[in-house]
Nanobody
Framework: QVQLVESGGGLVQPGGSLRLSCVST????????IGWFRQAPGKEREGVSC????????YYADSVKGRFTISRDNGKSTVYLQMNSLKPEDTGVYFC???????????????????WGQGTQVTVSS
């Protein structure tokens, strides 16, 4: 069974940084596209960043380009999301997801046949 567990969320002031982790249990990440998504209260889920199985192809939403960095360590079955220069509008529940289908662009836009973690809360506030 595919299971993903996110961690690293918390409360941070504007301009601060957080690093989220997504760990897979029970399966290897080697052949999976992994994406980070977020959902703010009252808003639709948004694809933040997605990485191919090798990490060669990466997609970032325009809203996070230059501030967020996705990386993966397949040996540790972990994908990271480094978030810098955080803004209040980055607040939300952040989920990681895994899929073997599509591209990094399609994964972030319209994830299909995807396994999801339970999410971790990120709050950016002074």
């Amino acid at each position: 069974q595919v299971q993903l567990v996110e961690s690293g969320g918390g409360l941070v002031q504007p301009g601060g940084s957080l690093r989220l982790s997504c760990v897979s249990t029970g399966f290897s990440l080697d052949y999976w596209i992994i994406g980070w998504f977020r959902q703010a209260p009252g808003k639709e889920r948004e694809g933040v960043s997605c990485t191919s199985h090798s990490g060669t192809n990466i997609y970032y939403a325009d809203s996070v380009k230059g501030r967020f960095t996705i990386s993966r360590d397949n040996g540790k079955s972990t994908v990271y999301l480094q978030m810098n220069s955080l803004k209040p509008e980055d607040t939300g529940v952040y989920f990681c997801a895994a899929s073997k289908f599509g591209t990094v662009q399609s994964m972030c836009a319209t994830p299909i046949l995807t396994s999801w973690g339970q999410g971790t809360q990120v709050t950016v506030s002074s």
